[in-house]
Structures are given as structure tokens and as C-alpha cells.
């Protein structure tokens, strides 16, 4: 169903493309938007529990179109480096792709929330009071991935291997 790397080469391991989508913080996530043209729009999101959780506002493009057609992309890049005399980018990024659904449960909203607030500020009791505040407004959601793939520019893997 999911396409093979094609430069294969390059393919992260899983334990590095779990390590970059853990410590990434922004993200570009792709849903099928209006008319069925691609809409991509970045986010701050978390990874846990071996799924990517993000919130946003209860309507709008990006939440009608994941109700509509919940198959997304996201696509997270941890390394970005121009190399002008080589004419490259020196890359390191994440693709995956997996099923998104609003959370509707406020145990599953709560745990969402938490795990994103907790990402980005330590205090636990701010993050949870911030919640609790937001709560009416809040909206969840949760990607269960189906496919993911690391990969980065053929000079670090060459780098790394000593070739």
C-alpha cells in the first residue's frame, strides 16, 4: 500500500525517525482539503504513546477536512542545512502517514492535552490549570500512524559510514 524509499540508502533506522518526530517541534501536516485540492498547514504536535497528538481550534479548514477524510500526512524536518559550495541541503526529516480523528472523550482530550502542554512547558500544574481553562475551546487530535520513513541527505549517510 505504502510506497518503498527509493533511495533506500538514506532510510533512517527506526529508533533515529522515532527520535527526530520525539524531540521535532514543528510539523506540516497534509489532509484533503476543500474541492480535493492538498491542504497543508504547519503544527506543534507530540509524539507519544507511538502516536502524534495536536490541538487547534473546534472548526475551521483543517478540522472539517479531517472529518471529512481522515487520511493524513505530516512531514517533520530536523535538519535543514544549506550547503551552498556543494549546491545541497544537508537533511534530516520524517514522513509518515497515518489516520487522524478528532478526540472526543475527555479522558482522551485531557491526555492529548497534557502530553502536548508538557512537550513545550515542564510545569505540570500550569499545563493542567491551562487546560482546565481551555477546556470548552479545546480541540484534540490524535494520528495513529500507519506508515513512517526517516531519511536524510547521502553526505551524512556517507558521512556515517566512512565512504
Known sequence: MFRKMRRYRQQLGQEETISILKSGKTAVL??????????TVPINYVYADGKI????????????????CGRVS??????DD????????????VILFGKARVLEAEEEMFHAARALGLKYY?????????????????????????HMTGKEAIELT??????
Not at 30 to 39: E, R, T
Open 30 to 39: 497534509g489532509v484533503l482539503g476543500d474541492d480535493g485540492y492538498p491542504y
Open 53 to 68: 497528538y495536536f490541538h487547534g481550534a473546534k472548526s475551521g479548514h483543517k478540522i472539517d477536512a479531517i472529518k471529512r
Open 74 to 79: 505530516l512531514c517533520v524536518i530536523e535538519k
Open 82 to 93: 544549506v550547503v551552498k559550495e556543494e549546491l545541497t541541503t544537508y537533511f534530516r526529516s
Open 122 to 146: 515542564e510545569d505540570k500544574e500550569t499545563v493542567e490549570r491551562e487546560i482546565k481553562r481551555e477546556k470548552a475551546s479545546l480541540c484534540c487530535v490524535e494520528i495513529v500512524i500507519e
Open 158 to 163: 556517507r558521512a556515517e559510514s566512512g565512504s
